[in-house]
């Protein structure tokens, strides 16, 4: 498990499966989870990087044990979302 927590300055940043494969955008932090959006359009990446993100009824959950580590651009999880 990694010891970096998601808080609400990841909202925005691409998730990427362990082989490097983007599979969406975390459009919502909230109760320790994140929210991947799986086909954000430009206006939805662009509101969840200024903190004004909803997330759809697509977006998938995602823990942060799922997580192996976050950079400043991007979420990587451990295995497959």
């Given at each position: 498990?990694?010891?970096?927590?998601?808080?609400?300055?990841?909202?925005?940043?691409?998730?990427?499966?362990?082989?490097?494969?983007?599979?969406?955008?975390?459009?919502?932090?909230?109760?320790?989870?994140?929210?991947?959006?799986p086909?954000?359009?430009?206006?939805?990446?662009l509101?969840?990087?200024?903190?004004?993100?909803?997330?759809?009824?697509?977006?998938?959950?995602?823990?942060?044990?799922?997580?192996?580590?976050?950079?400043?651009?991007?979420?990587?999880?451990?295995?497959?979302?």
């Amino acid at each position: 498990m990694t010891d970096e927590t998601l808080t609400k300055a990841d909202e925005g940043k691409r998730v990427v499966n362990a082989d490097g494969t983007t599979i969406g955008r975390l459009v919502d932090v909230r109760d320790g989870y994140g929210y991947v959006e799986p086909n954000p359009g430009i206006v939805d990446t662009l509101k969840a990087k200024l903190g004004w993100g909803t997330r759809s009824d697509e977006a998938h959950p995602l823990d942060e044990g799922s997580i192996d580590e976050i950079t400043d651009t991007e979420v990587i999880l451990r295995g497959t979302l």
